[in-house]
Nanobody, 125 residues
């Protein structure tokens, strides 16, 4: 059973930075890509970033490109999302997710089978 546990959310002022983490367990972490998604109130869950199993490839949504950075530490079975230059529109619950297939790096929610409980990120103006 794959388990994902996020941490590190909180309240930050616009222009500030925050890092969220996700610790994974239950299967060989280094064989799978990881992704971050977010969901704001009244909106659908949207893709934020994903990283390949090796960490060599990363993908970002246009709305966060250049401000957010996804990384992973396979020895610690943890994936990170560093968020800089935060804006009020970044306010959402952030979820980490793991896909079903090994070695693929998807960017759509449907390709991810395992989800964390989410961590709230609130950016004040």
């Amino acid at each position: 059973q794959v388990q994902l546990v996020e941490s590190g959310g909180g309240l930050v002022q616009a222009g500030g930075s925050l890092r969220v983490s996700c610790a994974a367990s239950g299967r060989p972490f280094s064989n799978y890509a990881m992704g971050w998604f977010r969901q704001a109130p009244g909106k659908e869950r949207e893709f934020v970033a994903s990283i390949s199993w090796s960490g060599g490839r990363t993908y970002y949504s246009d709305s966060v490109k250049g401000r957010f950075a996804i990384s992973r530490n396979n020895a610690k079975s943890t994936v990170y999302l560093q968020m800089n230059s935060l804006k009020p529109e970044d306010t959402a619950v952030y979820y980490c997710a793991a896909p079903k297939l090994e070695f693929a790096t998807p960017t759509t929610p449907a390709a991810y089978n395992y989800w964390g409980q989410g961590t709230q990120v609130t950016v004040s103006s």
